[in-house]
Every structure is written in structure tokens, then in C-alpha cells.
């Protein structure tokens, strides 16, 4: 009967210690992403970024950017810097257009002016990321 107890026990704590383990609150860092849109901007969409603890090498997004308008993406996340987590935009073709990593440096925006409508990807990737956790919003001007 004590081993019954003993497994079940052993059980538990390993249930309850793994589901801590790899919680993102990816909610929080969208809704504190959403009012750090450059001035000018309308807000578009919101996107969590959730790397379940870095067994996902990237998360991906779609949506269709219209010709003439200027889109800004930004990234929130642990701090103030973005964590290690790039955004990278890719259109129809999947030609890569734009990325929050320029010369090694992260930046947490980036700016795209649209010369052609049509469905773009929204990629995020975590590049030495600690927490593989963040949100995001879309924004756009014309």
C-alpha cells in the first residue's frame, strides 16, 4: 500500500511540476505590445508568440497587406528588448522583405511600406531567447 502511495505521489509531482515548466503568458505581452505602436498608426492585430519553452523554432502568422500602406509589426516581450525573438516578413512568394535583426543587433519594430497586395507571413523565430515567450501587434498607416 505504501508503494500505491509512494507512485501516485511521484505521479502528481511530476504532473504538476512539468506543467509549470514552459508557461508563456504570451496574452500579457500582446495587450503591452498593442499601446507601443509608433504614433500614427491604427491597430491592426495582435499576435502571441509562444515557443512552448523553445521545442518551437518558430511561430507563423499570415495576413493580406494591401498595396500603399505602410505596416509596422513590434515585438514585447521579458524587459525592455525583445528576448532574442525576431520578426521576419515574408511575402506571397516567400522572399524574405523585412526583419527585426539587422547587422546582429535586435531591434523591437520594424516599418514595411507594401508595393503589392497580397498574403504576407509573419514569422517569429528565437534567436538565444531565454523565455521563448512574448506578443506582438500589427499596426498600419497610408
Do not use: W
Not at 511530476?14 to 506543467?19: A, P, Y
Not at 525583445?82 to 516578413?89: C, F, P, Q
Amino acid at each position: 500500500m505504501k508503494s500505491i502511495m509512494a507512485f501516485i505521489f511521484v505521479i502528481l509531482f511530476g504532473i504538476s511540476s512539468t506543467s509549470l515548466i514552459g508557461q508563456c503568458d504570451s496574452e500579457n505581452y500582446t495587450n503591452n505590445c498593442i499601446p507601443k505602436l509608433a504614433e500614427g498608426f491604427n491597430y491592426l492585430k495582435s499576435y502571441k508568440i509562444d515557443g512552448e519553452g523553445g521545442s518551437k523554432t518558430k511561430v507563423e502568422y499570415s495576413y493580406v497587406f494591401t498595396k500603399g500602406t505602410q505596416y509596422m509589426i513590434n515585438i514585447c516581450a521579458t524587459g525592455e528588448n525583445t528576448d532574442g525573438i525576431v520578426v521576419s516578413l515574408f511575402d506571397q512568394n516567400r522572399n524574405k522583405v523585412a526583419s527585426s535583426k539587422i547587422n546582429n543587433q535586435f531591434v523591437s519594430a520594424l516599418a514595411y511600406p507594401c508595393n503589392a497586395t497580397g498574403i504576407y507571413y509573419i514569422q517569429y523565430t528565437f534567436d538565444g531567447s531565454a523565455q521563448h515567450c512574448g506578443g506582438s501587434a500589427l499596426g498600419f498607416k497610408k
